[in-house]
């Protein structure tokens, strides 16, 4: 090797991507199980999914309470003997509840997680719901939320969501202080019962698997008494509303505006998705895009802004979002859909698009990187229906899309009079 010689350099859109398949099997109760078997440390990744999200309140907030209350007390252990628990064996158990799903995740060494198995079923089957855990449960969250309230992007994320589709739809609804105050604990015990004992569940499982894993896996959780057929419950669409432009003041002190601008924007089964996905990215998607470009480095306005879709199930919205000195609030806006008028007029370089394809297919091989990240990508497919050929579809447009066909749907998309427009100060 001749050191004097630099590397050649390859563009990232010369690389092949592959995607690392899967085995699938499921257990006796009928439970599907995805696994990936790979990675250099001993370590696994077990995510169980239950359809128990947001969506399926009866009781506003109670999907979220009850995700939580799961590791805080069964029959015979308290929340602090359940914690312990992990803690011994180097293991690390949370949950979390999103619109549709909610998740417990165990994350263990390989060779103990025999030993933690029997602590996650007995979280998912002998919950008990303690009073005291749900008050302690209900003061903090309405002290965060107490918070959080007094802060202009969390005020904005929340109202932006309620405008593009609706107060009472599950992607927009949000809770108050009344809301957390009505959370019971029959309620909880309701929900448990019905969305997780009785519910159903979809796991996922990366890393390097023990000996013998799937039969510990079948042992455990093979006679959990889940239905079989995952139920994705609908969502009425959004109501659009007249309005579209917002100025909210909650703070008369302040020296900053949390701007949101959004519109409504189908799921990734639409035809546009995977392109609209590379003209985002140029447009507000990295560091280098349009407006990062004009509003951070050449106006100073902002330290970023971005543009993004929600990872949305059913339905989606195309989001621009920043925060802005209060004096130039207003010309941020201005500029946001000046680069929308540019990208409708002036067709992109050679140059430029390259530079966002590299950026996206690196992106990609990040999020291949080690089993995790895979079960990551698989787990996304998956439960938005889909199959690998989402993978490599996604992958082939980022690679032959054209500037003719970003600035076609620049002109179906990216006009003001389609976005939703917040600023909160």
Not at 48 to 77: Q, R
Not at 146 to 153: C, G, M, P, T, Y
Not at 324 to 352: F, H, N
Request: aromatic share 12%; glycine share 6%; proline share 3%.
């Amino acid at each position: 090797m001749n050191r004097k010689i630099a590397p050649q350099i390859k563009d990232a859109v010369d690389y092949t991507l592959a995607l690392k398949p899967y085995e699938h099997y499921q257990l006796d109760n009928g439970i599907q199980v995805y696994s990936i078997d790979a990675g250099a440390q001993d370590v696994i990744q077990l995510e169980m999914v239950f359809y128990a999200g947001n969506c399926y309140d009866k009781l506003k907030g109670i999907a979220a309470a009850t995700n939580f209350l799961l590791k805080n007390g069964t029959t015979n252990k308290t929340a602090f003997q359940i914690n312990e628990a992990f803690d011994y064996y180097g293991g690390y158990c949370n949950r979390a509840c999103y619109n549709e799903t909610s998740v417990v995740t165990l994350h263990s060494l390989s060779k103990h997680v025999d030993k933690l198995l029997p602590i996650l079923h007995e979280m998912l089957t002998d919950s008990v719901f303690l009073q005291q855990e749900l008050d302690i449960y209900k003061q903090n969250t309405k002290q965060r939320l107490k918070v959080n309230l007094q802060k202009a992007e969390f005020v904005a994320g929340r109202l932006i969501d309620s405008y593009i589709y609706g107060e009472d739809h599950p992607y927009g609804v949000y809770t108050n202080p009344l809301d957390i105050d009505a959370l019971n604990i029959e309620a909880c015990k309701a929900f448990y019962q019905e969305y997780y004992v009785n519910g159903n569940c979809t796991i996922f499982v990366s890393g390097k698997m023990p000996e013998n894993f799937k039969k510990s896996l079948n042992a455990v959780f093979g006679q959990l008494t889940v239905n079989k057929k995952p139920v994705i419950k609908p969502i009425n669409k959004s109501i659009q509303i007249e309005q579209q432009k917002f100025r909210i003041d909650i703070d008369p002190n302040s020296v900053q505006g949390a701007i949101r601008i959004a519109m409504p924007f189908p799921n990734r089964h639409h035809p546009d998705f995977k392109k609209v996905m590379v003209l985002n990215t140029l447009f507000g998607g990295f560091f280098g895009s349009r407006l990062m470009s004009n509003i951070r480095e050449e106006k100073g306005y902002t330290y970023g802004i971005y543009s993004y879709i929600q990872n949305h199930v059913q339905e989606s919205a195309w989001v621009i979002s920043t925060e802005a000195g209060k004096d130039v609030s207003e010309a941020t806006i201005e500029e946001v859909y000046k680069e929308m008028r540019r990208l409708r007029e002036e067709k992109i370089g050679d140059e430029e698009l390259l530079l966002v394809r590299n950026y996206m297919i690196g992106g990609i091989l990040g999020e291949l990187d080690g089993p995790f990240q895979i079960m990551a990508k698989w787990k996304n497919i998956i439960l938005n229906d889909m199959d690998e050929n989402y993978f490599y579809d996604s992958v082939n447009e980022i690679k032959s899309v054209n500037a003719d066909q970003l600035m076609a749907l620049a002109n179906k998309y990216l006009r003001p009079e389609n976005f939703w427009e917040l600023v909160v100060y």
